[in-house]
Structure formats: structure tokens, C-alpha cells
């Protein structure tokens, strides 16, 4: 038996077609409000009966004019300048590309790029980076931006680490300023139940953030954080001073710290220790389980999450189970807020989806999943709201280095 095989690819061919049409109709008739989502069936069947011909024109101008539109401006610019010259609209993606594109791409990156600054110049060295780094995405020399961000990566994170390692140095040196505050004094029996009860519950207290200080300073150096690592071990050390496991724990983390990262050297508290010893016995304020429930049922469930753990800390009748309702709701709902915000986001309702997503952000601030999706949706809505804009931006000759 004979095989056709040029009847079998040019069949497999016609398949491929169809399915790839099939795609870009599903695609356009998701995005209501599109420019391409008037696109119809029956011109797609006569896009299909044209040929390949046809089909590549939808897949070059079309697909760039689309990324252009939904502010995928680096995308846009690489489909235009990978289109072959002897393609039928080759002309007109070139004109697009230096008439629309390249205009908007410099004016976004002008817009970044000046805010970087702003921002490095007032120390807002987060902010700083957020803006280099959405500088490097639509520049076509990234090396300089990324470098930048480096640069601002490394303040933020120098300022984290001499403001957390002051603080956890001066909290520490209030609790072991009060070891002996549970001595029994003189008129006392030296084994007085009483105090030698409140001396136990103390030490306790101590040893206990010992283990915690242990276990985080291995989570943040597992999470490539090794000087808040170091904040860690240090405040163990200084809690558990002979421990050899903490010794070797120290010199692994010294052994990770950037070498441009300093450590402040250790300074003693000129505090008076009444004072502080004061200030650390403030006790929290008393909630009831009524309170949690109110603050349930009236849907505040952040106010509901702070109430459940204070009633905890006071160790409230059932509170472990109050509390793990109160999580049970936060979860739920923060959940739910992700569902809406993916909604919107694919009915273009932006200024929707980010208010959801914030929301969500707020109950649930550790979910990396949360957090990604309105950085993503705000960064969006800035671009287009930029690339909207008529007016034309001045470039200055030092940001035109920058650029080209």
C-alpha cells in the first residue's frame, strides 16, 4: 500500500491551522473592550481558506498590535523587529514599531527612570528599587538598570538590618536585665512557692525565645537572608551563651553575610532599668470571646484575628479553638478576594481587581501569591495609564544615554 504522504502533511497542516485559529478567536472574545475582539468566525474561516498566507498576517501585525495594547510594549517591540522583510506587512510593523512603540517604551522608561531617582534621592530605597526595576524591563540596555537595582537592593536591605539587629539587641538586654527580678528579696523565704513559680514562668519565657530565635535564624538563611539570620543568632547566643550548636549555626551565617553588609557593633543601653523593666510589664488589654465573635460577625476579621490573640495570650476559655475559627475565616475569605480579583482581571476591570487583590493582601499578607498578583495588576494600570497619556515626555541627553 501506497502512502500519500504529501495528502497527510498538507492534511496535518490544515489541522495545526484550524486550532491555532480556534485559539486566537477564544482569546479575543475574552477580552471585551479589545480593538481585535471584533474579530469574527466567519472571517477567520476566510482567513483559513486563504491559506498560510493569512494566517501568518494574523499572527505578526495583529499579535503586535494587541501587545501593544495591553501594555506588553518589550513584547510588542521584539515580534516587530523579528518579522522577516520579506513578510507582506513587514512595512507596516516597521512604522508601527518606530511611530508607536518606540515612543511609548521611551516614555515609560523616562517615567520610571525618574521616579527611580526621585525616590534614591529621598532614601526610599525599596520604592527605589521597584522603579529600576521596571525601568530595566522596557530598556533596551538592562545591565545599567539591573545594576541599579543591586544597588538599591543592598540600602534596603543594610537599613532592615541595623534597625532590626538595634531593636532585638535592645529587647534582649531588657530581659536579661530582669533575671533576678524573681529572687525572693530579704524578709522572704529563699524557696517562697510564689516567686520561685514567677522565676520559672520567667525563665521559660526566655528559653522559649531562644528556640524561636534558633529555628528562624535557620528558616532566614535557608530563604537567602543571612544578616537577618545573623539578628537571629545573635539574640540566641546572647539568651544561651554555651550552646555549641549556636556557635556553629553563627559561623555559618558569618560565613554567608555579604561582605558589603556591616554589622554594627554591640553598644550598651544607657537606659535606666526601671524604666524599661516598666515598659515591658505593660500587659495587654483584656478582650473577651464576645468581643472575637462581634468583631466575626460584623466581617472585621483583621480587628477579629488581633482580638483572638490577645484572648489567647490571656488564656481564654477555648481560645485555641476560637482562634482557629477566626483563621478558618481569614482564609476563606482572602481566598474568595483572590477568586474576585482574578475575575476582574480578566474582564479588564482593573481598578477591581487590584481592590480585591489589596484586600486579600491585607488578610493574608505571607501569601506570595497574593502579593505577586497586585504588584502585577498595579504595575499594569500605571502602563496603560501612561502609554494613554497625549502628551509627549522630554527626554534630557543624560536619560537618552540611559536609553540607547
Known amino acids: 500500500m501506497r502512502i500519500n504522504v504529501m495528502g497527510m502533511f498538507k492534511a496535518m497542516l490544515r489541522i495545526a491551522h484550524l486550532m491555532l485559529l480556534t485559539m486566537l478567536l477564544v482569546g479575543c472574545q475574552s477580552l471585551p473592550g479589545s480593538k481585535d475582539s471584533t474579530v469574527s468566525m466567519a472571517a477567520l474561516q476566510g482567513l483559513l481558506e486563504k491559506g498560510s498566507d493569512a494566517l501568518f498576517t494574523v499572527n505578526s501585525l495583529m499579535m503586535i498590535q494587541r501587545d501593544f495594547d495591553h501594555g506588553r510594549i518589550m513584547q510588542a517591540r521584539a515580534r516587530a523587529l523579528d518579522m522577516d522583510k520579506s513578510h507582506r506587512d513587514y512595512v507596516k510593523s516597521q512604522r508601527f514599531l518606530k511611530e508607536k512603540i518606540e515612543p511609548a517604551r521611551r516614555q515609560v522608561f523616562v517615567h520610571y527612570l525618574r521616579a527611580a531617582k526621585h525616590r534614591e534621592q529621598q532614601q526610599r530605597w525599596a520604592a527605589a528599587m521597584w522603579a529600576y526595576d521596571q525601568a530595566k524591563a522596557v530598556t533596551i540596555k538592562p545591565k545599567k538598570m539591573a545594576k541599579k537595582q543591586a544597588e538599591m537592593a543592598l540600602k534596603m536591605r543594610q537599613l532592615r538590618f541595623d534597625k532590626l539587629l538595634k531593636q532585638r539587641r535592645k529587647e534582649d538586654a531588657i530581659l536579661l536585665a530582669d533575671v ?7 524578709g522572704v523565704n529563699p524557696n517562697d512557692e510564689v516567686y520561685g513559680r514567677m522565676r520559672e514562668h520567667y525563665n521559660d519565657l ?4 531562644a528556640d524561636r530565635a534558633f529555628r528562624e535564624s535557620k528558616r532566614f538563611l535557608r530563604k537567602g537572608l543571612p544578616e ?14 554555651d550552646m555549641v550548636q549556636g556557635k556553629k549555626r553563627f559561623a555559618e551565617i558569618r560565613k554567608q553575610m555579604p561582605t558589603r553588609l556591616s554589622i554594627a557593633p554591640v553598644q550598651q543601653s544607657r537606659t535606666q532599668k526601671g524604666v524599661l523593666s516598666n515598659q515591658r510589664m505593660i500587659a495587654p488589654k483584656d478582650v473577651t470571646d464576645k468581643q ?3 468583631a466575626i460577625k460584623s466581617g472585621d476579621l483583621i480587628k477579629a484575628q488581633q482580638f483572638a490573640q490577645v484572648y489567647r495570650r490571656n488564656n481564654g476559655k477555648d481560645a485555641e479553638k476560637l482562634q482557629a475559627q477566626v483563621q478558618r475565616k481569614v482564609d476563606n475569605r482572602a481566598a474568595a478576594l483572590f477568586e474576585e480579583g482574578g475575575s476582574a482581571f480578566g474582564k479588564e476591570k482593573l481598578d477591581q481587581a487590584i481592590a480585591s487583590w489589596h484586600d486579600a493582601v491585607a488578610l493574608k499578607p505571607e501569601k506570595a501569591e497574593y502579593q505577586e498578583a497586585l504588584r502585577r495588576a498595579k504595575q499594569l494600570k500605571e502602563r496603560l495609564s501612561l502609554l494613554r497619556e497625549q502628551k509627549a515626555d522630554h527626554i534630557s541627553e543624560d536619560m537618552m544615554r540611559d536609553l540607547e
Open 180 to 186: 533576678s527580678a524573681y529572687e525572693s528579696p530579704k
Open 206 to 209: 526566655l528559653d522559649d525565645r
Open 228 to 241: 537577618i539570620a545573623y539578628v537571629e543568632i545573635e539574640s540566641y547566643m546572647r539568651l544561651q551563651p
Open 292 to 294: 472575637v465573635l462581634a
